[in-house]
């Protein structure tokens, strides 16, 4: 092997190392202290930890066995630390793992401590599931007439990440299975009329994809991801079950429903399986002719959101931001050239050859379509008025822009590096170039 060759060859290995190095990178492991039964991941497991949102309070982990990330709230999982140290801390939870508790009374009180007169975190209700993570020594609870309370204290977690201690007298242990199902344990019956009270109210809400929530709270619609159409329609009504997202349309007719475990629901005769978190959330699960398993969340949304009414809001607020750059002749640079907007949703761009081939592709026309595909979070919109997209007529891949527009100029500042997460961008790129046009 000759020396150049043994240079290719040398850094060919360095740079597969780098590349399967940064395939590796985390912020360490950590085990999974509740179910996620959507993805059949059991409390118990150490998984991969990418990186930690505190913006939305999530962790981003690897799902085991497969090439997909997940967010997982940040209760759900222990801190994030080197694999043989979670593997060791791991022990811990091992004797009530996959171990969760109904609440017998209306009232029960999670304790700071294990001692009866410690500090109140947090108050129970009665059926409200609880995970057990593990025992531990604590004072006996005496009884008005000097005998012991029979049980042991209990450290758990609630379904809204607090963690305490209780006294398992009044706790009703069972085990579940991957799917959330109950596999044994003792099993606490529901008040019937209660157990129907919260079936019919699941059965008769209106249910959306659980990321409309977010675009909801924020008062930023993304018109890729939000239908007025997509929704879970338990099938009440018409008793026809069916799943509308991303325009893929999945229904079945349905004799009933039928109660499997706790929060765990069959339509029967059909390839659907409901899981109740509470009454404003549930997991629906389908599988399809292929026996592969889809799972979705589904939300139920306040009433004063009217979908169809946002959506129609939202194109007018985009046509109308459109319009802006439309009555303008033309906007030139002595550097970019003359840019016109021919119509609401196309252009004209000449003498651009300052941008390409680094912004703009050699092969583009100096037309195309042009629109507000993407949105900008609310950080960036104190910098500018929103985001273009251009598609160039010749080019295989669309051109971002941030923008901002004022009376006498246009600014147009390279998005190509910026972050875009679910249509938002959310960052800027290092170092961008900024393009100045004037009327």
């Not at 991801?225 to 069916?242: E, H, L, V, Y």
């Not at 399986?273 to 589904?298: H, L, W």
């Amino acid at each position: 092997m000759n020396f150049k060759r043994r240079f290719f060859f040398i850094a060919a290995i360095f740079l597969c190392v780098i590349s399967l190095e940064s395939c590796r990178r985390s912020i360490g492991y950590s085990i999974l202290l509740w179910d996620i039964p959507e993805k059949n991941l059991q409390d118990g497991q150490i998984v991969k930890v990418h990186f930690k949102s505190n913006i939305g309070h999530v962790y981003i982990i690897a799902l085991p066995g497969t090439n997909e990330n997940y967010e997982v709230p940040i209760w759900q999982l222990t801190n994030p630390q080197p694999k043989k140290k979670a593997e060791t801390d791991a022990t811990r939870y091992k004797e009530f793992q996959h171990q969760y508790a109904r609440i017998k009374i209306d009232g029960l009180p999670v304790r700071a401590e294990a001692v009866n007169t410690s500090k109140q975190v947090y108050r129970l209700h009665k059926n409200e599931t609880v995970k057990i993570l593990y025992k531990g020594r604590g004072q006996d609870v005496i009884m008005t007439d000097g005998s012991k309370l029979e049980g042991e204290w209990l450290c758990v977690l609630t379904d809204g990440g607090t963690e305490g201690w209780c006294f398992s007298h009044n706790l009703a242990l069972f085990t579940t299975g991957a799917g959330g199902e109950i596999v044994s344990g003792e099993i606490v019956e529901n008040n019937s009329e209660e157990e129907d009270a919260l079936l019919n109210q699941v059965l008769d809400a209106k249910w959306y994809p659980e990321s409309y929530t977010q675009m909801l709270a924020e008062n930023i619609i993304d018109l890729q991801t939000i239908k007025a159409n997509a929704a879970f329609d338990p099938g009440a009504q018409s008793g026809t079950i069916s799943i509308n997202v991303n325009d893929r349309i999945r229904s079945a007719k349905f004799d009933g429903v039928k109660k499997i475990s706790d929060k765990f629901y069959d339509f029967t005769g059909t390839p659907f399986q409901m899981i109740v978190n509470n009454a404003d959330k549930i997991v629906v699960n389908y599988t399809g002719t292929e026996n592969k398993p889809e799972s979705y969340t589904f939300v139920t949304i306040d009433s004063d959101y009217n979908i169809p009414r946002l959506i129609k809001a939202e194109q007018e607020r985009r046509s109308n931001e459109m319009q802006k750059l439309y009555n303008v002749d033309s906007f030139t640079s002595k550097n970019f050239g003359t840019l016109t907007f021919t119509d609401l949703d196309s252009f004209t761009w000449s003498k651009f050859s300052a941008l390409v081939p680094n912004i703009i592709s050699k092969r583009s026309r100096g037309k195309g379509s042009v629109s507000i595909k993407y949105l900008i979070s609310k950080n960036l919109l104190q910098r500018f008025d929103g985001m273009l997209t251009f598609n160039f007529e010749g080019a295989e891949s669309e051109v971002n822009f941030f923008y901002k527009h004022s009376n006498n100029s246009l600014e147009l500042e390279d998005a190509s590096e910026a972050t875009i997460k679910n249509n938002i961008a959310i960052s800027r790129g290092k170092n961008p170039t900024v393009l100045t046009f004037e009327k």
